[in-house]
């Protein structure tokens, strides 16, 4: 069931990452923390081999615990490599706008400023981490603002049902998908993956009514939904998706109510409001 690349997690692009590594927070994600569990101990160091388009790169994942010492519950792990090292400077390379971007401001502002530098939000840069077979190796995809802008035109008078259908189900018909073109496909995969993530943390429940619908067929029919539709937001962050059931899916799709994303309501055009009945990953 566990394909060779199972579970991806889907970082900004930031100094950081383009110098030295990254931090990946634990909550929510449940095959890198099963893979972890019996991989990496808490407190833990080990070597860990990267693939980015086929080299491969060292780094160190650590499992850091700051539930002593930062009063936090979940554990959060860490990736580090080398200032200036091989990876360092191959995502450099990839990332060059946001590396240039950056550079800048760092370059402008005060010394003592510490502020992280965000990428302005129709620039943003992510990279995508995926863990393979092997537990100590991971599989990195670039996602670049080209790649984002491409999208957006590919997407431009799609329908949302039709793009999430391609995201939920591998679509079998070549022609039918609308995601032909290459580097979409990386883009596609990337939603999914974050899907199929959620769908498992849930459990394939619905989280609007709870139920496992499919569950005496030993089916998994849950969907993930996008609450700011995709075609419009481009947004495929795990904040930004719902696992329903086909019918709650339908509905929404049908009766288009909206979120309210403090009370985690749906409040429909006909004055019903729905609170979601289960919800661990939307904050
Ligand atoms: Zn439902
Ligand atoms: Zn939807």
Redesign the pocket.
């Known amino acids: 069931m566990e394909t060779a690349e199972n579970y991806v997690y889907k970082k900004e692009v930031d100094w950081s990452l383009l110098n030295e590594g990254f931090t990946l927070p634990l909550e929510n994600q449940v095959v890198f923390g099963r893979n972890l569990g019996r991989f990496l101990r808490r407190g833990e160091s080990k070597n860990i081999t990267m693939y980015l388009d086929g080299k491969s790169y060292k780094a160190r994942i650590t499992n850091v615990n700051f539930a002593e010492r930062h009063n936090r519950k979940k554990d959060m792990l860490q990736i580090r490599y080398s200032l200036n090292g091989e990876l360092s400077n191959a995502l450099k390379a990839y990332f060059r706008k946001s590396y240039q971007f950056i550079s800048e401001k760092r370059r402008l502002r005060a010394n003592n400023d510490r502020t992280v530098i965000r990428l302005p939000e129709d620039c943003k840069e992510y990279l995508a981490i995926y863990t393979t077979e092997y537990e100590d190796t991971y599989l990195l995809e670039t996602i670049v603002a080209e790649d984002i802008l491409f999208l957006k035109e590919i997407v431009k008078n799609k329908q949302?049902?039709v793009l999430?259908a391609s995201f939920n189900y591998d679509v079998v018909d070549e022609k039918s998908t609308i995601f032909e073109a290459e580097r979409i496909v990386k883009l596609r995969k990337l939603n999914k993956k974050i899907g199929d993530n959620l769908k498992l943390l849930y459990n394939y429940r619905c989280q609007i009514c709870g139920k496992n619908i499919g569950k005496k067929y030993d089916s998994h029919i849950v969907e993930a939904?996008?609450i700011d539709y995709f075609v419009y937001s481009l947004n495929n962050d795990s904040d930004n998706q719902l696992i329903v059931c086909p019918n709650h899916?339908s509905i929404?799709?049908n009766a288009n109510p909206m979120f309210d994303r403090k009370r985690f309501i749906y409040l429909y055009p006909n004055g019903l409001q729905e609170k979601l009945a289960l919800n661990q990953h939307l904050k």
């Open positions: 949302e049902q999430e939904h996008h899916h929404i799709h």
